[in-house]
């Protein structure tokens, strides 16, 4: 069947650009006809019925991809593990598993990957790719690794002390403890709270819609009967369907509550902390400031406050750094399966926020900079189609709520908001009110001047460059020649040549050219990524920064002090994070190296204790333990603004709270006339909206008879305000009865539920 596939590929080979030409056509010349010959309502109607299947398809296949690169992703935490030798006899590579000559078993240093001789998975060990420490102990070939006699019965391996466990998995104990840490302060410090009134409210009813419905719509009249949800009337949303989505499946599996909405903001923001992580150690091979930016990110006081919420920048933030990873990732390996999966998340990152598309301009300019060869291969031109067949949807929900006034009149994108906005939104970072300098300052050393990936363990100085070493007999060389750190080392056509006595004939001389021109292709991803690495990345991550903190100073509402849209910045943070991580390290090393000015007599790097292998010199810790204070004193300030509720829109957050009250003095079968029918409908609340008393009166009349009159009215925030919405009240004073079920007061605000009745019909009442 492969052979089969094979011949077919190198029979069709001329015609397949043809091919990709052609459906990139199709799929261009069919959005051109949906921009210019269908009205934006019936693209709205399409959206609005479609859109959840679309999304649902492209994440089901993001998990495949996710399960088609659990290999990697499980090596990569395992690379985390420290290679300790431990008592004679018990470990030398960081293997405590003794194995008998000539068995053709070996497993890679300091990883845990095990590895069978012929397999064609090659391991770290013999690879050339050096362990985590970086010394020669990992680098020497795979049958030197792991030394044995041969004694019948073979002895069983002594177990390692306590002590030298913990430091073999320290790395990952300490990565375990930042999020659990994490974890206790998004959950419990942050105080769990709406803080976008009504929006999060909309953004849970729409989840409620596509859980239910298929229908990603907020509601403005649906009612329950016994339990089963009917929306009647639904209104497409303006705001992309991305966040909402990830809401319903959360409804799907536990049920309809907002609780579930805040549960979910709190693991994105955990796993933020993972992606920040794993980004930085992409980029520098090493741990230190790959934890040093993962805790960086969860510090930021604004990522805790809104990750305790239902707002949806949480996801586009996390969204954005996972885009990012992926495409290092595959620039990296060059593997298909990591194509595959970056093509499918970039347009599930695009539906989290409007300004969330900017990710995808991103990752085109990163690989243009970096590695623009990959634009010639078939592979990416083809698994390009699936990332611009899930992208349309995004760029038809652009287009269809193009014209919305999104809450105000007037222009929303103009140079005349700049100045008003950059005023605000520059110092945000410098003026160490609402955001640490010290993490700013951080990101900034970040950018001073190119960084390379270190060899010989964290101690290794800053100019330092991996080699790339010879492959050993029979495995190829790793696609850059990193440390063991790395956690993704193989490229694209890696796999071991076919050895004596398998794959004879036509079959192993397709083999053989194969994996000769995917080695090329890999050569040439090490050469551009080297760029990656040593001068083109820190200017990216300054543009990555730069689009999502830029895009907002032209928006009219783009200002952190414009109510509650500091959370815009949300997008910004992890960019600046993965600098503030490189320059942790990069202060990490200058103040290592003023050990040389020490008197005379005192040394500033003592020998290792036995047993280490000399990997890590102590004299990383005191530097490293020094940043780190300064970091968690700088934090511990900004602990007051995480716990604050504020009084950022106290009013609707006590009718909010009020609302709750309210309905439980009322039958469960009944409807309520709102100006926010989807914050109750959200608690399985049969709602309307508050027009519908005015323009709809038929409507409320058998409205009543079908709920033997229990029909209320919600005397909310709005009536309190100006404008159409408090004449809406007094209108709905003067054409009805009210009788009065609960009400409340906060400072001038009234709150109240009242049962109404048509004037003139008091004698109808039940």
């Given at each position: 069947?492969?052979?089969s596939?094979?011949?077919?590929t190198?029979t ?9 030409a ?7 010349g ?15 109607d399409?959206?609005?019925?479609h859109?959840?299947?679309?999304l ?19 090596a ?22 003794p ?46 690794a792991?030394s ?8 069983l391996?002594?177990?390692l ?23 206790v ?21 729409v ?15 649906g009612?329950?009967?016994?339990d089963?949800?009917y ?34 903001n ?36 604004h ?13 586009a933030?996390?969204f ?11 620039l990296?390996?060059g ?26 301009v ?7 900079v970096t ?35 999104w ?15 950059i ?15 010290v993490?700013t300052?951080?990101?900034?050393l970040?950018?001073?001047?190119p960084?390379?990936?270190r060899?010989g363990g ?20 790793a696609i ?7 956690p ?5 056509g ?17 083999n ?10 890999a050569a ?8 990656i690495?040593r001068f083109?990345?820190?200017?990216l991550l ?5 689009m ?7 928006f ?29 390290d ?6 290592a ?42 934090w511990?300030?900004f ?9 950022e ?26 100006h ?15 027009f ?11 409205l ?13 925030y ?11 009240c ?11 079920v ?15 009745t ?9």
């Amino acid at each position: 069947m492969k052979t089969s596939l094979r011949k077919f590929t190198v029979t069709a080979g001329p015609f397949i650009p043809l091919l990709i030409a052609a459906s990139y056509c199709l799929l261009i010349g069919g959005a051109v006809y949906a921009f210019d010959y269908l009205p934006r309502e019936r693209i709205r109607d399409f959206l609005l019925h479609h859109i959840t299947w679309i999304l649902r398809l492209n994440f089901f296949l993001l998990l495949c991809g996710v399960v088609a690169c659990g290999r990697d992703i499980a090596a990569a935490f395992r690379g985390l593990i420290v290679p300790v030798a431990g008592r004679e006899g018990t470990e030398t590579a960081g293997v405590g598993v003794p194995e008998a000559a000539g068995a053709g078993v070996s497993e890679a240093a300091g990883s845990g990957v095990p590895e069978t001789a012929g397999s064609g998975v090659p391991g770290a060990a013999g690879a050339g790719v050096p362990g985590p420490s970086g010394g020669q102990e990992a680098s020497r070939p795979a049958a030197a690794a792991v030394s044995f006699p041969l004694p019948l019965p073979l002895p069983l391996p002594l177990p390692l002390p306590l002590p030298l466990r913990l430091r073999r998995y320290r790395r990952l104990l300490i990565l375990a403890a930042l999020l659990a840490v994490a974890a206790v302060l998004v959950t419990s410090v942050a105080p769990r709270v709406h803080r976008i009134y009504y929006d999060e409210d909309i953004y849970g009813n729409v989840a409620q819609g596509m859980a239910l419905k298929g229908q990603a719509a907020m509601c403005n009249y649906g009612t329950f009967e016994y339990d089963e949800y009917y929306p009647h009337w639904v209104v497409y949303n303006k705001e992309p369907a991305g966040w909402p989505f990830l809401v319903s499946m959360a409804f799907q599996l536990g049920g309809v509550d907002e609780e579930y909405g805040f549960r979910m903001n709190n693991l994105l923001y955990l796993g933020g902390i993972l992606i920040c992580f794993w980004i930085v150690h992409i980029i520098t091979g090493r741990f230190f400031p790959a934890i040093m930016g993962g805790l960086l990110w969860a510090a930021i006081p604004h990522n805790l406050v809104w990750s305790n919420t239902m707002a949806a920048e949480p996801a586009a933030a996390f969204f954005g750094g996972l885009t990012v990873l992926c495409l290092l990732v595959y620039l990296q390996t060059g593997k298909w399966r990591h194509l595959f999966l970056f093509c499918l998340v970039v347009p599930l990152a695009c539906q989290m926020r409007p300004e969330s598309g900017l990710i995808g301009v991103w990752a085109f300019a990163a690989v243009l900079v970096t590695a623009p060869h990959v634009l010639a291969r078939r592979s990416v031109w083809a698994t390009g189609l699936l990332a611009l067949l899930f992208l349309l949807p995004v760029f038809l929900h652009i287009h269809a709520v193009s014209g919305e006034s999104w809450g105000a009149e007037g222009v929303k994108f103009s140079l005349e908001f700049f100045r008003k906005n950059i005023l605000v939104n520059g110092p945000y970072y410098l003026d160490n009110k609402l955001f640490p300098a010290v993490f700013t300052i951080l990101a900034v050393l970040g950018l001073a001047g190119p960084y390379r990936r270190r060899e010989g363990g964290e101690d290794a100085p800053a100019g330092a460059s991996l080699p790339v070493a010879a492959p050993a007999a029979g495995r190829p060389a790793a696609i850059h020649g990193t440390d063991g750190q790395t956690p993704f080392t193989r490229g694209e056509g890696t796999e071991t040549l076919p050895e004596g006595g398998r794959g004879a004939g036509s079959e192993a001389a397709d083999n053989r050219r194969e994996t000769a021109d995917n080695r090329r292709e890999a050569a040439g991803i090490r050469r551009e990524a080297a760029g990656i690495r040593r001068f083109a990345l820190p200017g990216l991550l300054l543009l990555w920064f730069v689009m999502f903190w830029g895009i907002f100073l032209f928006f009219y509402a783009g200002s952190y002090r414009y109510g509650a849209d500091v959370r815009f910045a949300l997008v910004s943070f992890t960019p600046l994070a993965v600098l503030a991580g490189m320059g942790a390290d990069r202060l990490r090393g200058w103040l290592a190296g003023l050990g040389k000015y020490l008197p005379a007599g005192v040394p500033s790097a003592p020998s290792p204790p036995a047993g280490t292998g000399g990997a890590v010199r102590p004299s990383f810790w005191p530097a490293a333990g020094l940043i780190v204070v300064i970091v968690v004193t700088s934090w511990l300030p900004f602990l007051p603004l995480v716990r604050l509720v504020s009084q950022e829109a106290w009013g609707a957050r006590y009718d909010h709270a009020y609302a709750r009250q309210f309905l439980d003095k009322i039958p469960r079968r009944s409807v309520v006339l709102t100006h926010i029918p989807t914050m109750l409908l959200l608690w399985q609340q049969g709602a309307i909206q508050t027009f519908a008393g005015i323009n709809n009166p038929e409507l409320i009349a058998e409205l009543r008879k079908r709920y033997d009159g229990h029909v209320y009215f919600h005397y909310n925030y709005w009536c309190s305000t100006g404008g159409h919405h408090k004449d809406l009240c007094a209108m709905m004073r003067e054409r009805y009865d009210w009788e009065e079920v609960a009400t409340a007061r906060e400072q001038n605000i009234s709150y109240g539920l009242y049962r109404i009745t048509p004037r003139g019909t008091a004698g109808d009442r039940k």
